[in-house]
């Protein structure tokens, strides 16, 4: 009894420890808090019931995993006040909510469409094509401050054709029709566009405060420290940016950038969960281990 006294004292005081260093790393990042999405007239006919609800998750899920940021997801009734508050008067000083920075997510477009045909040489399938892509305009908004940025989003979901049992027949056999194009109503693929979005919104935020870089040169091929996880897909193209000084905002700490300059341009061939592969297009003799990369912006900066 002594003895397993002792032992249960001891695992008590490292579930103790383990406690209070978890909470102690989770208030060394920073807390964001996003509301609830809101969807454009355009976007209100195509998402399907939810949608909102997938994407905002899809986001926290996201913030998350850059491990900067601790992200409440409950209890969001105050956030949202805020935020239509916010709308309705136009003020730039929103109420103060129980974090740093709110993110309000403002679905502009969202396409997704299925594209089907008879598949060749299955009399019974279809061959389904899909389609889709989503842009968002994300408002970063300060409680304390009430500074506002604002950032676009754009992405892509492009699944490999699948088949399908044929949606239209005549006996055992499909229907020889033109092809037929219908707004998809699949959840996963969905979930699936949600998610490429909110990689981008990880992926853009990993690229201000760290580096992405080119880690390897073999042959023709370059290798970057950026992958899926951080929203990069086939046939994205980079730019390649000499070091300079690095730039940080004076207040925030946030790295808005540095003084260096474009030599070259990388398009990207192969993209596993944290690692890409890219062929040099532009200024193969300028480019090297080490070089700085990023996407091109969708707001010109």
Do not use: C, K, W
Not at 109 to 135: C, K, W, Y
Not at 237 to 261: K, M, N, Q
């Amino acid at each position: 009894m002594r003895n397993d006294g002792v032992v249960y004292f001891l695992l008590s005081a490292l579930l103790l420890a383990f406690a209070q260093f978890s909470e102690a790393n989770a208030q060394g990042r920073t807390a964001v808090a996003v509301g609830a999405v809101e969807l454009s007239p355009s976007a209100q006919g195509v998402a399907i019931p939810g949608f909102a609800d997938t994407l905002r998750n899809e986001i926290q899920v996201a913030l998350e995993g850059t491990g900067l940021f601790s992200v409440p997801g409950a209890n969001s009734t105050e956030i949202n006040a805020m935020l239509s508050e916010l709308a309705r008067t136009g003020r730039t000083a929103p109420r103060s909510v129980a974090a740093q920075y709110v993110y309000a997510v403002r679905v502009e477009t969202l396409t997704l469409s299925d594209d089907m045909r008879v598949a060749p040489q299955m009399n019974t399938h279809d061959l389904v094509t899909t389609r889709g892509a989503i842009a968002l305009q994300i408002s970063v908004i300060s409680p304390s401050t009430g500074s506002i940025v604002r950032v676009p989003i754009e992405a892509t979901y492009r699944p490999a054709p699948a088949m399908r049992d044929a949606m239209v027949t005549r006996g055992s056999h499909a229907v020889n029709r033109a092809s037929l194009n219908r707004n998809s109503t699949d959840a996963q693929a969905f979930q699936a566009l949600a998610r490429a979005a909110a990689a981008r919104l990880a992926g853009r935020i990993l690229e201000n405060n760290n580096a992405v870089q080119i880690i390897d040169i073999a042959d023709s091929r370059v290798f970057i420290n950026r992958g899926e996880d951080a929203g990069y897909a086939v046939g994205d193209t980079l730019s390649v940016r000499t070091r300079g000084r690095e730039l940080r905002d004076p207040i925030t700490g946030e790295r808005l950038g540095d003084t260096g300059g474009d030599v070259g341009r990388i398009r990207l061939t192969e993209v596993r969960a944290r690692l890409s592969v890219g062929v040099i297009e532009e200024g193969a003799d300028q480019i090297s281990t080490g070089a700085l990369v990023r996407r091109p912006r969708t707001d010109g900066s």
